[in-house]
């Protein structure tokens, strides 16, 4: 009994493996992309065996196709990829396609780029009425007008055409927003690329940024309140009280957007996305060495910057100002400081105290002497003087 098994599974077991064999078989179809071996490299045509019973052949017209430069590279032996033509012409053989299967690759990766949402790098080889246009691999994309950043404006002429002309040979950021390989169709844009790498470039600053650091940027926007300064993807804000120790009442007096700055890191608020910097901090504190700079009944010339109900303030150098109170204008009773100063006045004061800790100094322009006063002081000074000399 026992040697009847053995006879019968001796009998079965090739038939099984034949059966398996055409179970796991899968027959080639139009339109799939298999890997293959280079088996045979002949005048007219190139065999390629790509795992099943029959070894696959591409055609002198593909390989016209493919171009000579392309074709003289290919090896025996080498691993490629194919597209499958006909699975079964009337001579019972594969037609496989070596330039069909490279074109159906770049638009798989064009597939995978837009399923992913990356963004990648190219080099714009031309244009039309409508756009931009990008080789990608061996197929090519295109860039809708709309689709680009800023195209009003981007230099290159008056008309969009020659915008558009201008930006040819320029490496871009884009991404792809529709792909349709069986309608030959790659939609590429230039403005999702930015706002995503932006977005990504904010992020990245904000988790490496630390207060204290000290960032290059460039001056991208300038409003009442301050400066915005873009540190390569995300914007920060100077606000006005910290673009100088002087006073400051609109960022463009101090510079135009575009300009290149240095900044220093004042804050991060990763939860808010907020970047507050300051330009003044790269600068030494001028109120740090003012009780050494500076004494009670000394006169000192400033500039009048403000004038205000209560009095005047004066800058007497860059980042200090001094408060003249009303009653220290002049004598008698003043009713309106802009009767006595004006903005843009330069003057001689006196100063009367310091209080560097509170960053205040008052001054007086009533206690400096008048220019005639001042004259018959030295000239009785200089009396006192020679009179001293003659006694001795």
């Not at 100088?244 to 808010?272: K, M, N």
């Not at 004066?314 to 009773?333: D, P, Q």
Request: hydrophobic share 40%; proline share 3%.
């Amino acid at each position: 009994m026992a040697t009847e098994v053995v006879e019968r599974e001796k009998v079965l077991s090739p038939m099984w493996e034949f059966l398996s064999e055409e179970y796991d078989y899968v027959r080639p179809r139009r339109g799939d992309i298999r890997d293959g071996i280079v088996m045979r490299i002949e005048p007219d045509r190139i065999v390629v065996d790509i795992g099943v019973k029959k070894e696959g052949i591409v055609p002198s017209t593909d390989l016209e196709m493919l171009g000579e430069e392309a074709v003289a590279e290919i090896e025996v032996g080498d691993k490629v990829l194919v597209y499958v033509l006909n699975p079964e012409n009337r001579d019972g053989d594969i037609i496989l396609s070596l330039n069909l299967a490279r074109l159906m690759k770049d638009w798989l990766r064009a597939e995978e780029l837009y399923e992913r949402g990356e963004i990648f790098e190219a080099e714009i080889a031309g244009y039309n009425k409508g756009g931009l246009l990008v080789p990608f691999g061996r197929i090519r994309g295109f860039v809708p007008a709309s689709q680009i950043m800023d195209l009003a404006g981007r230099a290159g002429g008056n008309s969009q055409m020659e915008r558009l002309a201008g930006i040819v040979g320029e490496t871009l950021h884009l991404k792809v927003i529709e792909v349709d390989r069986y309608r030959r169709r790659l939609i590429l844009s230039e403005r999702a690329a930015q706002r995503q790498w932006r977005k990504l470039q904010r992020e990245r600053l904000l988790r490496e940024l630390k207060e204290g650091d000290i960032r290059h940027g460039v001056v991208s926007n300038l409003c009442d309140f301050g400066a915005f300064v873009d540190l390569g993807g995300a914007d920060g804000l100077i606000h006005v009280s910290e673009l100088s120790w002087d006073r400051v009442r609109h960022p463009r007096e101090l510079f135009q957007v575009g300009d290149e700055i240095d900044v220093y890191v004042l804050r991060v608020d990763r939860e808010r996305k907020r970047i507050g910097l300051s330009l003044k901090r790269l600068q030494p504190d001028p109120w740090t060495l003012v009780e050494e700079k500076y004494q009670v009944g000394q006169l000192v010339e400033g500039t009048i910057t403000h004038v205000a109900d209560f009095g005047a303030f004066a800058r007497i150098e860059e980042g200090i100002e001094g408060l003249i109170h009303i009653s220290e204008l002049a004598e008698g009773n003043i009713f309106r400081p802009q009767d006595v100063v004006k903005e843009g006045d330069a003057l001689t004061l006196r100063v009367i105290g310091i209080d560097a800790a509170q960053r205040r100094i008052a001054l007086s322009l009533r206690q400096v002497p008048s220019r005639d006063e001042a004259l018959r002081k030295k000239k009785d000074y200089e009396r006192d003087r020679n009179r001293g000399s003659q006694r001795s």
